[in-house]
Nanobody
Framework: QLQLVESGGGSVQPGGSLRLSCAAS????????TGWFRQVPGREREGVSC????????IYADGMRGRFTISRDSGENTVYLQMNRLKVEDTAVYYC????????????????????WGQGTQVTVSL
């Protein structure tokens, strides 16, 4: 069974922090780029961050760079998203995905590049 399972979501006040986890089973994340995406009802799913298959390159969407940090623990086959200084507008369901770049070994923040999706974890930022 090929699975990605997100965890670590919850409710936090503005300015607070959360760490999301994306645990893979049935395959190794070392063979994929891994991305974090988020979605609000009524909106398209948008890219948040991505780490390359080598773990040596990272990408952040505008508004996340400087607040969010993506990392990978190959031994645990898990990718993390550390989120700091959270804002109300960060409220969304967050999904991780194993990504297959169409060309090369880059880090595509594209839903079309997803080979596998997790089920999502809710992040709510409110007073």
């Amino acid at each position: 069974q090929l699975q990605l399972v997100e965890s670590g979501g919850g409710s936090v006040q503005p300015g607070g922090s959360l760490r999301l986890s994306c645990a893979a089973s049935g395959f190794t994340l070392d063979n994929y780029a891994t991305g974090w995406f988020r979605q609000v009802p009524g909106r398209e799913r948008e890219g948040v961050s991505c780490i390359t298959s080598s773990g040596k390159g990272t990408i952040y969407a505008d508004g996340m760079r400087g607040r969010f940090t993506i990392s990978r623990d190959s031994g645990e086959n898990t990718v993390y998203l550390q989120m700091n200084r959270l804002k109300v507008e960060d409220t969304a369901v967050y999904y991780c995905a194993a990504l297959r770049p169409r060309y090369g070994n880059g880090c595509p923040l594209e839903t079309e590049s997803a080979a596998y999706w997790g089920q999502g974890t809710q992040v709510t930022v409110s007073l």
